[in-house]
């Protein structure tokens, strides 16, 4: 049996669907996984079928910002619906790169917003993180 497996550069659907398929991963597998899309599915999922994010960090490649999660099997502590698309904050709002990872999820909530009732509700949640990041550093 592995002690850890690594899941990358794929989208987080695709990654429960191979984790649905794995629940030997939760018997004491470290799991590191970087998804390019989709991060709130993933999320959800180890959150529901017994994994917890042990850590979250940003990476920054070609550009683009993405979260790699370290998870293992255990219990997890609740997630807001906010916290499925940005990390769980106390993990991840420390990151040097995350004001520009959040910044990112702004843009993209505000060009659906108007079309789309649970992008305006996020746009309004990342906001409110927004300013309280911001608040911190004065």
């Known amino acids: 049996r592995r002690s850890s497996d690594l899941l990358a550069g794929m989208g987080g659907e695709t990654m429960v669907a191979i984790l649905s398929d794995a629940a030997w991963t939760r018997e004491g597998t470290l799991l590191i996984l970087e998804p390019q899309s989709k991060q709130n599915v ?15 960090e940003l990476v920054k490649d070609a550009g683009r910002i993405y979260p790699i999660l370290l998870a293992r099997g255990g219990p997890a502590p609740a997630c807001s619906e906010v916290e499925l698309y940005t990390g ?12 520009e990872y959040l910044s990112g999820l702004i843009k993209r909530a505000a ?4 079309y789309d009732d649970e992008a305006a509700a996020l746009l309004a949640a990342y906001k409110t993180i927004e ?4 608040e911190c550093r004065l």
Do not use: H, K, S, W
């Open 88 to 99: 769980r904050l106390e993990q991840i709002a420390g990151d040097p790169l995350f004001p």
């Open 131 to 134: 300013e309280r990041i911001n």
């Open 42 to 56: 993933l999320r959800r999922f180890l959150g529901e079928n017994g994994y917890a994010v042990q850590t979250e």
């Open 111 to 114: 060009a659906a917003a108007p």
